[in-house]
């Protein structure tokens, strides 16, 4: 996510100071990867809530929809685990192939979002 964004700016901005800024104040602030609080947020400050709305009609749903529920679904047990302290209790995390299969629609999302962004005109 963080990646899909900083290029963007370096495509797009030409001054060295807003690029620094883009790095500085919308990723690095940025420590999730919830679709709408994180990637989409970082979106709207570099591109604008026009475009972005504009970005997302135009990528594919299923693969939009498959890459939120894996980021919601690893959100969610990432939370979990960082901000629960029991001394003495057993916690159960999910295998590392449960994880994995999360990956697989995460990258298609991600690059269908890359790919819309870079054919967009501005």
Request: aromatic share 8%.
């Amino acid at each position: 996510m963080d990646d899909i964004v900083v290029r963007c700016a370096m495509r797009h901005l030409r001054e060295p100071v807003n690029q620094k800024y883009c790095k500085e104040v919308f990723v690095k602030r940025s420590y999730g990867f919830d679709y709408d609080k994180n990637f989409r947020f970082m979106l709207i400050q570099l591109l604008g809530l026009v475009n972005v709305e504009s970005i997302e009609a135009r990528v594919d749903r299923n693969k939009r929809d498959t890459m939120t529920a894996a980021l919601s679904s690893l959100t969610a047990q990432r939370n979990k685990e960082a901000h629960t302290h029991l001394k003495g209790a057993t916690r159960s995390i999910n295998a590392p192939s449960v994880t994995i299969a999360h990956l697989q629609p995460l990258y298609q999302g991600l690059v269908e979002f890359d790919r819309v962004i870079r054919k967009t005109k501005w």
